[in-house]
């Protein structure tokens, strides 16, 4: 019997068109190759060798069997439509603290509202302060 050797799916095929940077593993996955050693220990993937811009095969196939093994442990659906009203809490307040967080358009809104909430709350005595002493002049210009 011939032995047959096993290559990863071309590029042009169907399933790679979804492994971009858009993906929500894309991360995890450009992590995972980015731990792992690759085939030629001195050879590390440059853009053409990896799927989608992001990762090489092993690291993409790592983050999709972790990420469906978590979900079937844990019960989770398989197929989860993302809300698009969805603030990530935990997100706004690594933003707000000045840590590097990607953030969606409603987000940004959320970080910039409470930001400008806490710059009224703090400014609100230097307002009275301020009110207060144009209330001193104009009683003393009387």
Not at 67 to 78: K, V, Y
């Amino acid at each position: 019997m011939p032995a047959q050797a096993i290559a990863s799916a071309p590029a042009d095929e169907p399933a790679h068109a979804r492994l971009t940077i858009a993906h929500p593993l894309a991360a995890v996955a450009a992590r995972n190759c980015a731990d792992h050693t690759h085939d030629l220990a001195d050879h590390t993937p440059d853009l053409a060798d990896l799927v989608g811009g992001v990762a090489c095969g092993a690291a993409w196939a790592k983050a999709l069997h972790d990420d469906f093994m978590f979900a079937l442990e844990c019960g989770l659906p398989l197929d989860v439509e993302p809300d698009p009203f969805y603030i990530d809490e935990v997100a706004v307040r690594r933003a707000m603290r000045d840590e590097p967080v990607e953030l969606t358009e409603l987000e940004r809104a959320e970080v910039r509202r409470r930001l400008s909430a806490i710059r009224d709350r703090r400014n609100r005595p230097y307002w009275f302060v301020c009110s207060r002493a144009a209330a001193v002049r104009r009683e003393a210009a009387r």
